[in-house]
Structures are given as C-alpha cells and as structure tokens.
C-alpha cells in the first residue's frame, strides 16, 4: 500500500493544520529503523508531517500529525502537560478487575531498553482500586511517576475490555502497568511469545485537544475498531456497538 492509498483509506480528520489517521496495527508512526512507518512514506511521497504523538506499532487507531511546526507546538505541549484527552481500548486476560481503577505505577528502563515498572514486582501493593508502590520500594534508578485509570466494560470467562485513560504518556506504559498488574493485553509479543494471536489488541480510541485555529477551537477525534479488534471477543456488529457506548459512559463517569 502506498501513501496515497494508506491516508486516503485511514483519513479520520484533515485540515489546513493537521492529519489525523486511523493507523492498522503493524505499521510504525516514526523512527521506525528497519520498517517504514508512516512519515517516511509522506516524506517519500513530499509530504512533510510531524507526529504530535506516538502509538506503539502493534497499537491500532488515532495517530494525530501536524502539518506545519505553529500547531505542532501548540498540541504537543498539550501532551506534555498531561492536558490532552487520551483513550484506549484493550482486551486482557480476565481476573479480579474492579468496575474502575487506577494503576499508579512508575516506569523504568530495564536491560536491553526494556521498560518495566521500577520495583520489584512481589512490591506492587493494591489498596482497594488502585495499585501503587512504596516509595521505600523504588529501585534505585530513575523512575517515571506513570498514571492509567480504567474502568472494565465487559467481563468474560476468558477475556475482559478495559476502557482506559493514561493521564501520563510512557512509552509502552499501558502495555507494562497491565501485565505487571496480572492483567496483559491479549497477543502483546512483549507479554506472549506464543504468536498465537493475530494482533495486539489495543486500540488509541479517542483523542480532546485545544486547537485555536479552529472554530469551535478544538479537536475532537475518535477512530472505531475495527471487526479484527473484536475476534477474541468474537462480538457481533450491534454488540460491539453497546460496548462502545457503554466505554464511553465509563470514561465520563456516567
């Protein structure tokens, strides 16, 4: 697939400013050093775009990029901030999940690069809904105080969906802060090296950023799964339909 027919068949929202798409699962978004991701395919084609964030190869959904470097600012100190409005779906191994959670987890970086929590995993403590560790706790190296909250929209003997809402923006970190929990995301190869599993399934959902150029000055972006999202699950169009719509209620607290 080239550029044009990739940003044509995954568009999601465009305009003077920014690009925003629906990115398949296996494709990179930047720095991608022995595949091509998606800003060397538009620079390839004479397209310059700057990622405003990330997402994870395997990671399906919102990729937002900038288009010139006035509104990559303005959205990027957004993220930074912790201002921006982010959420996932995932679908995890079942378990003791409560209705909602927080998973208030600092981030390290392990051997060969490895991200992990920074303690011990016997260290990780849950009080009520949330997981958390004593400072006493933390290895001694530098850490990234890391935040999801989630809430649990579906349970099922052999899977759970989670809606999630990761205050901060680590690399890896809601991949990592769910499996140390005892919760990974199904078909995550940092987790599961079976290769059972066609994909990783977790989805950038939605993303709120201010956006002054616009009228109303906002963006408001959302990127529905796709029918592969749903196959552990196995969901049928209208049920997966509710899910969504019940995500939606948890996230606002509704």
Same mark, same amino acid.
């Given at each position: ?7 044509? $068949?995954?568009?999601? *929202?465009?305009?003077?400013? #920014?690009?925003? !798409?629906?990115?398949?699962?296996? #494709? ?20 310059? +775009? ?11 959904? +919102?990729?937002?990029? @900038?288009? *010139?470097? @006035?509104?990559?600012?303005q959205l990027t100190r957004q993220?930074?901030?912790? /201002?921006?409005? %982010?959420?996932? !779906? ?27 929590? @920074?303690?011990? $995993? =016997? ?7 949330? &997981?958390?560790? @004593?400072d006493a706790d933390l290895l001694?190296? %530098? ?20 809606? !999630?809402?990761? #205050? ?21 190869? +940092? ?6 599993? *066609? ?5 950038? &959902? ?9 009228t109303p000055p906002e963006l408001?972006?959302?990127? /529905? ?7 552990? #699950?196995?969901? =049928?169009?209208? *049920? ?8 939606? =209620?948890? !996230?606002?607290?509704?």
């Amino acid at each position: 697939m080239d550029w044009s027919e990739l940003r044509a $068949r995954f568009l999601v *929202e465009e305009d003077a400013a #920014i690009l925003a !798409l629906h990115k398949p699962a296996g #494709i990179s978004v930047t720095g991608e050093r022995h595949d091509t991701d998606l800003v060397q395919m538009a620079a390839a084609a004479g397209e310059t +775009l700057y990622p405003v964030h990330r997402i994870d190869k395997v990671t399906s959904g +919102l990729v937002l990029l @900038a288009k *010139e470097l @006035a509104a990559h600012g303005q959205l990027t100190r957004q993220f930074n901030k912790q /201002t921006a409005e %982010k959420a996932y !779906l995932a679908i995890v191994t079942p378990g003791e999940l409560p209705d909602t959670g927080t998973i208030d987890l600092p981030l390290s970086v392990g051997r060969k690069n490895r991200v992990r929590i @920074a303690a011990p $995993r =016997e260290s990780i403590r849950r009080d009520a809904d949330r &997981w958390f560790v @004593a400072d006493a706790d933390l290895l001694d190296t %530098k850490n990234y105080p890391s935040r999801t909250e989630f809430a649990t929209v579906l349970r099922r003997d052999d899977h759970a969906v989670l809606a !999630l809402r990761p #205050i901060t923006g680590r690399r890896h970190q809601i991949r990592v802060q769910l499996a140390w929990i005892g919760h990974p995301i199904v078909g995550d190869p +940092l987790f599961d090296k079976s290769g059972a599993h *066609e994909r990783t399934y977790l989805h950038s &959902w939605r993303l709120g950023l201010t956006a002054d150029w616009r009228t109303p000055p906002e963006l408001k972006l959302e990127a /529905t799964p796709g029918t592969d999202f749903w196959r552990p #699950i196995q969901a =049928e169009p209208n *049920e997966t339909t509710d899910l969504l719509n019940r995500a939606g =209620e948890l !996230l606002r607290g509704d």
